[in-house]
């Protein structure tokens, strides 16, 4: 192959490669994130109806909604949005009911996911993120201010 030939080629293939890691970033299935927990009350194996660390208040709640602010937006704001403000292609989380209500909604939709013709809508998080770490998400939509 002549130099010139070589060159064109090599700029074709590292063209394909840049855009197919273009179009994978884009894509909806970024792998999930583990969140950091440190520091925040562990919760043991069984799950709660609660969220534990509303109820603890204090720092507690505090670090939960700081962490949580984190962990949602490497785990859920590709589909529910900046700062979990909706742009319509999930429903908006700041609409939970609040209260048990409400945290008993999350638990079920964030553990199990959301599947519809055998397809997931929404992937199960169970196997990919800790108690501590849904109820660290919970405090941060639950306190995320209301829509208008
Ligand atoms: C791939 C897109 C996607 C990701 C990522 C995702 N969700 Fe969802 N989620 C959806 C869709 C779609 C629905 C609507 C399911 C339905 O119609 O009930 C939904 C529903 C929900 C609901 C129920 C809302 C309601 O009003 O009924 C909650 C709560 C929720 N998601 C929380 C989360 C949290 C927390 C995360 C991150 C840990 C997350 N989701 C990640 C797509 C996603």
């Given at each position: 192959m002549r130099r010139k030939t070589m060159l064109a080629a090599f700029t074709v293939i590292l063209g394909a490669q840049l855009l197919i890691v273009k179009v994978s970033q884009g894509h909806g299935d970024v792998t999930p994130q583990s969140v950091d927990v440190t520091g925040l009350d562990k919760l043991g194996e069984e799950f709660l109806a609660e969220n534990p660390y509303r109820a603890m208040g204090g720092e507690q709640y505090e670090l939960a909604i700081e962490i949580g602010a984190s962990g949602y937006n490497q785990n859920c704001a590709r589909c529910?949005?900046?700062?979990?403000?909706?742009?319509?292609?999930?429903?908006?989380?700041?609409?939970l009911e609040d209260g048990e209500l409400g945290d008993e909604w999350f638990m079920e939709r964030v553990r199990n996911g959301y599947s519809q013709n055998g397809a997931y809508k929404m992937p199960p998080f169970e196997e990919l993120l800790s108690q501590e770490a849904m109820w660290a998400i919970r405090s941060y939509t639950e306190t995320r201010p209301k829509p208008e």
């Open positions: 529910h949005g900046l700062e979990a403000i909706s742009g319509g292609i999930a429903p908006d989380v700041r609409l």
